[in-house]
DNA sequence: TCTAGGATCGGCT
DNA sequence: GCCGATCCTAGAT
């Protein structure tokens, strides 16, 4: 299991090594396991398209200035559910929002939950069908990643994602961010297999 | 209170 | 490739 001290670190480094990690959720109806291959840095309040920009403290985005190792979770479009992790600590409010991963264990709980007739590389290539393969709810904000009873974590379990297949580009759907929207903060593992 | 808009998805053309 | 669903959140009033 990954230690706070990855967390504790700078936005990007943890961006950048979160890839390739195996994302382990076990809930009451079994154990699924991911492996990262699309993440992004949101660098807190100084980045327009972070939740905690110039600073905002409301009640969604109390996780966020929490401790670094901590699921932030919240709502999109009132309908899905987006899994970030906590990093750096200490107040900063920046988190890496987890955009994509093949799935690794427990295929037939994740096709349970996603639909028979979805598409095989669909089950979890965003963050909203993540969230509905992991059964992440609201219900799971603020929940401790280093901590296994949490049912939340994840593990480093050898492989590694090839220098070249390593990719980094503008973050999705920010375009209202202003010069922000093409900061490099998206990282992706291309053509990596589960 | 009211209103605008959103770190998306899936169905349809 | 386009477009509507859907409802919560944040900021304004």
């Known amino acids: 299991m990954l230690r706070r001290e990855f967390y504790q670190r700078p936005t990007v480094e943890v961006a950048h090594d979160l890839l390739g990690k195996l994302l382990v959720r076990r809930h009451r109806d079994g154990m699924v396991g991911v492996r990262l291959v699309e993440v992004e840095a949101y660098l807190g309040p100084a980045d327009p398209a972070c939740h905690t920009y110039r600073g905002r403290r409301t009640r969604r985005v109390a996780t ?55 598409a095989e590389r669909a089950l979890t290539d965003g963050p909203g069908k993540l969230g509905q393969a992991l059964a992440i709810s609201l219900a799971d904000d603020g929940l401790d990643v280093c901590d296994r009873g949490s049912g939340l974590w994840l593990a480093d379990d050898g492989v590694r994602i090839r220098p070249r297949a390593r990719q980094c580009g503008p973050r999705v759907g920010v375009e209202s961010a202003g010069a922000a929207a093409s900061w490099p903060l998206r990282f992706l593992a291309a053509g990596e297999p589960g």
């Open 64 to 118: 966020m200035w929490g401790e670094a190792g901590h699921a932030y979770v919240y709502l999109i479009y009132g309908v899905h559910h987006c899994l970030n992790l906590v990093t750096v600590g200490g107040g900063a409010g920046e988190a890496v929002l987890v955009r994509g991963a093949a799935v690794v264990h427990g295929r037939d709980l994740v096709r349970r939950r996603r639909g028979p007739r979805v």
